[in-house]
C-alpha cells in the first residue's frame, strides 16, 4: 500500500469501556472521524472552510470493519488513505492500528461535498480540488485494499 496519513496517537479511555469490557463500537467511529478532522485540514476543508465559505463534507456512507478488540489504555494511530474522489465527493479508507502494529478495525468513507447554504451537494472549489487532488497523490491508493467495497449480509449456499 502507499503511504497513508497517520494520525496523532489516541488513547482508550474509561468512558469508551463498555459492559463487556472492550472499546465500545461507537468509539471506533470516533477514532476514525477524528482522524478524518486531522487530515481535512491539510485538503483545506475543516472548520475554518465551514465557517468562513459556507461549505463543509458531509458522510454519505461509513462501514467499519471490526477484526480484533481496543481495550482501556491501548494506544492507537489512524491511517488514512484516500481511494477516490471526483467533484464532488470523496472515497477514503482508514485502518485502526494498535501501537503493537495490528490493526484493529477498518473504515470506508463516502463523503459529499456540501453547500450548507442548502443543503445541497456542490462542486468542490479549485483550491479544494488541488489539495483533494495533492493527498491523493501523497495519500491514495492505486486498488481498492481487501475488504473495500464489500457489502453486509449473511451468505446463502
Known sequence: MSTPHISSVMEVVPEWIDYNGHMNMAYYTMLFDRAGDEFYGIIGLGPDYAKSRGH???TAEFHIRYLRELHLGDRVRVH??????DAKRFHA???IHHEDG????TG??????IDMSGPRVAP???DI???MDAFARTHGLPEKPEGAGRSIGIARR
Do not use: K, N, R, V
Not at 80 to 85: A, I, V
Not at 102 to 105: G, L, M, P, Q, S
Not at 108 to 113: G, I, K, Q
Open 80 to 85: 488514512s488513505w484516500m481511494l477516490d474522489h
Open 93 to 95: 479508507w482508514q485502518e
Open 56 to 58: 463543509t463534507c458531509y
Open 124 to 126: 468542490f472549489p479549485a
Open 102 to 105: 495490528w490493526i484493529a478495525a
Open 108 to 113: 470506508e468513507t463516502l463523503a459529499l461535498h
Open 129 to 131: 480540488a488541488a489539495g
